[in-house]
């Protein structure tokens, strides 16, 4: 399933795929490179960078060889509020994360929660405005940390 999904994103559209809940965007750099652009830019934009783990490197340090693998974890309380006054419960999906994981190929990707999934998820409903804002927002985060 995987590699179909791979198969359709390189055919259909080289730079976004959805699936099962999360958006893929196609990187033109490194993982490490991409999570630092992703983290500089969040930093610039006024949101929170919680954590940034190295998924990689914790399965090193039990001597397990995992490819490069990092989560940022991340958010600002005047989106995420809004958000959980809607429906308090998509605070277990919050803060933020993006995963940035190379392939079986040596692609680097940046996956995130689809906004849509959430809606679906939590049963959100009449926060449609919130909702595109968030959808915008992730979409240029990882726009500008993939390009």
Request: charged share 15%; proline share 4%.
């Amino acid at each position: 399933m995987k590699t179909l999904s791979l198969l359709i994103a390189l055919f259909l559209s080289p730079m976004a795929l959805a699936s099962q809940g999360m958006i893929h965007v196609k990187s033109q750099h490194s993982v490490a490179d991409t999570a630092s652009k992703l983290e500089s830019l969040l930093t610039e934009k006024g949101m929170k960078v919680f954590a940034r783990i190295n998924h990689g490197a914790g399965a090193q340090s039990v001597g397990k060889n995992l490819r490069p693998t990092e989560l940022v974890i991340f958010g600002n309380p005047k989106v995420g509020a809004p958000l959980m006054m809607c429906a308090q419960s998509v605070g277990i999906d919050l803060p933020q994360k993006a995963l940035i994981w190379e392939d079986a190929q040596g692609q680097a990707w940046l996956s995130y929660n689809d906004p849509s999934y959430l809606v679906k998820r939590h049963e959100i409903a009449g926060c449609g405005e919130v909702i595109s804002k968030v959808t915008k927002a992730l979409a240029n985060f990882a726009k500008g940390a993939t390009q």
